[in-house]
Structures are given as structure tokens and as C-alpha cells.
């Protein structure tokens, strides 16, 4: 097709084989589409196309993903306001004939097993999803490259392809994520990612370890979590980051390694010296005020030492 529908913070483009998203960057276009930029979507990972009334005089058109097509959306788990949804374009009213032209294109090559029936007595008319098949792997890119955010009790860092690494704030990370220091782990030993949205009380990533082995009931307790709070973890940062890292999870050989290995560590297997001093300095603290006992001090500050 070639051509291109120019929208509300957004442009389509139409290719012979996908959908180009092209989001514009300015004040009042939403952070999370700025960080987005371009989303090629091939025609396979739609389950149909729709266009409805907007508000305040507008029209949207809705490319609707399938299920376990796009890492962005299967991360989200739909909590992602309407406004923020990438696959929306927001037309005027007036261009609604021309949008009703590009709805039944784009309808057109959508594969065959895109989309269950359609109800005959749906206005949206033929092409509407009843059951869409989900796909057997991710048809739309990642976010790619090292990405990181800052949450509330620490940072969250991805190396792009194999790592993920938490390294926890002095003022906001929990007596138990202190005493078991910063965590690194390999996306091999990892089977998914819980992400919930900092928009929401109690916002937090979480990785979701294979095995099944017994986690903390709370995010905040739990080292293979981050918290957000408020200001921290923004949809813009953390969203695509736990689709960039849910997407390497599905990509890797499940060939099994070792569970998790502290940051810090050096080569040879020795820590930071200052590292270490900074975590028995903490970890005083933590004692004094009574979060840990006298046999968790002990124990923990001879763990550190034989590191050195």
C-alpha cells in the first residue's frame, strides 16, 4: 500500500506486509510514545482493526494486537490507559470515511487466522476478533538495548540480551533486600515478568524465577523485585523494560545456570572491597535498630569478609 494516515500524536504508515507506527515527540504526546518512536507491526500479529467514535469530536482507529504478539502489551496485561495504548490513532471526525477506507485495507491482509466469526450484527462489521488465535512466539520487536530506571528502593538495569541487575538505595530498600545484597540474574533463569503499573498502588517489576521455589508474599520483601512508589518506575521506563526483558526471557535456550550471582562480584569471584565495607556499614545499622538479629549480623558479616 505505501500510504500513510496521519493522526493525533501518531502516523501509520501501510506497508505490503506490516503496519509502521510512527509516534511524534512533543510536549503534549504521551511519554511512553516518545520513548516508543517506531513499531513495526507485520500484518500476522494483528487480530483485527476497528474504528469507533473518539472523544470531543474524533474517531479511533484501533489495530488490535493478538495474543502473545507483542511483548509491550503482553507485559502491560492491560493496564494501560486508553491514552496510552500505541496500536489507538486518533483522527479527526471529519476524516472518518477516509479512516473507514484504511480499516477495510488493513482488514484485507490480515491472515486468515487472525481473528475468530465475526458477529454478523456487529456495526464495526467483518474483521472483528470473536477468539484471535494467539501466535506461537513475538511478532513485534522489543524495545532493544541496555535500559534502566530508577524505583523507589533501588535501580533496575538490563544489559539488553542477558542480565538483569537490582541494586538497592540505602532509604528504600527493605532489611531483607539488604541482607541479600544486589542481584543479578541471567534471563535463562528466569520464566516471565510480572509488571504492574506505577499508575496503581503499590507498583512493581517483578521476575518470576523458573522452578517455582518459594518467593515473599510482598514485592517489597522480595529480591527479585523492585517497588516504584510514587515518581519512580514512570510507565515510559518501566513498561518497556519488562518487555525488553520478557522478550529475551522467551528468546533464550532454558539450558539451566546457575540462580543468581550478587552484584558486585569481580572476576576471580572476589567483591569490591569498598562494596563490601558500604554493606557491613549498612548492615551495623540494620543491627543497631534492631531489624536484625545478633546471629544475622554474624553470619552475614562473615559471608561478606570471606568474599574479600
Same mark, same amino acid.
Given at each position: 500500500m505505501g500510504d500513510v494516515l496521519a493522526g493525533i500524536h501518531a502516523t501509520w504508515e501501510f506497508e505490503s506486509d506490516a503496519l509502521v507506527i510512527r509516534f511524534?515527540?512533543?510536549?503534549?504526546?504521551?511519554?511512553?510514545?516518545?520513548?516508543?518512536? /517506531?513499531?513495526?507491526?507485520?500484518?500476522?500479529?494483528?487480530?483485527? =482493526?476497528?474504528?469507533?467514535?473518539?472523544?470531543?469530536?474524533?474517531?479511533?482507529?484501533? &489495530?488490535?494486537?493478538?495474543?502473545?504478539?507483542?511483548?509491550l502489551m503482553e507485559a502491560a496485561a492491560g493496564q494501560l490507559k486508553e491514552s496510552c495504548d500505541p496500536y489507538r490513532l486518533v483522527l479527526p471526525a471529519d476524516r472518518e470515511t477516509l479512516a473507514e477506507y484504511y480499516r477495510d485495507e488493513l482488514r484485507a491482509l490480515l491472515p486468515p487466522d487472525a481473528a475468530g466469526p465475526a458477529d454478523p450484527d456487529d456495526p464495526a462489521g467483518p474483521g472483528d476478533a470473536v477468539a484471535a488465535t494467539p501466535t506461537d512466539g513475538f511478532l513485534v520487536a522489543p524495545p532493544t538495548g541496555p535500559q534502566s530506571f530508577k524505583t523507589y528502593d533501588g535501580r533496575a538495569s538490563f544489559d539488553g540480551t542477558s542480565e538483569v541487575a537490582f541494586r538497592w538505595s540505602w532509604t528504600g530498600a527493605s532489611s531483607e533486600k539488604w541482607k541479600a545484597g544486589d542481584q543479578t540474574f541471567s534471563v535463562r533463569e528466569l520464566c516471565g515478568v510480572e509488571w504492574r503499573s506505577p499508575e496503581v498502588l503499590d507498583g512493581y517489576l517483578r521476575l518470576v524465577p523458573r522452578g517455582g521455589g518459594p518467593r515473599a508474599a510482598q514485592p517489597d520483601q522480595?529480591? &527479585?523485585?523492585?517497588?516504584?512508589?510514587?515518581?519512580?518506575?514512570? =510507565?515510559? /521506563?518501566s513498561l518497556p523494560f519488562a518487555a525488553a526483558v520478557l522478550a529475551a526471557i522467551r528468546g533464550k535456550d532454558r539450558a539451566p545456570v546457575p540462580v543468581a550471582v550478587p552484584a558486585g562480584v569481580r572476576d576471580g569471584g572476589h567483591r569490591d572491597p569498598g562494596?563490601? &565495607? /558500604?554493606?557491613?556499614?549498612?548492615?551495623? /545499622?540494620?543491627?543497631?535498630?534492631g531489624l536484625v538479629t545478633d546471629e544475622e549480623f554474624s553470619a552475614k558479616k562473615a559471608e561478606l569478609l570471606a568474599e574479600l
Open positions: 511524534e515527540r512533543g510536549i503534549r504526546t504521551p511519554k511512553l510514545f516518545q520513548a516508543l518512536r /517506531e513499531r513495526r507491526v507485520p500484518h500476522e500479529a494483528l487480530a483485527s =482493526v476497528t474504528l469507533t467514535p473518539g472523544k470531543r469530536g474524533t474517531v479511533v482507529l484501533h &489495530a488490535v494486537p493478538r495474543p502473545g504478539a507483542d511483548p522480595d529480591p &527479585a523485585s523492585v517497588v516504584f512508589g510514587l515518581g519512580y518506575g514512570p =510507565v515510559h /521506563e562494596a563490601v &565495607a /558500604e554493606r557491613i556499614r549498612h548492615l551495623g /545499622e540494620l543491627h543497631q535498630a
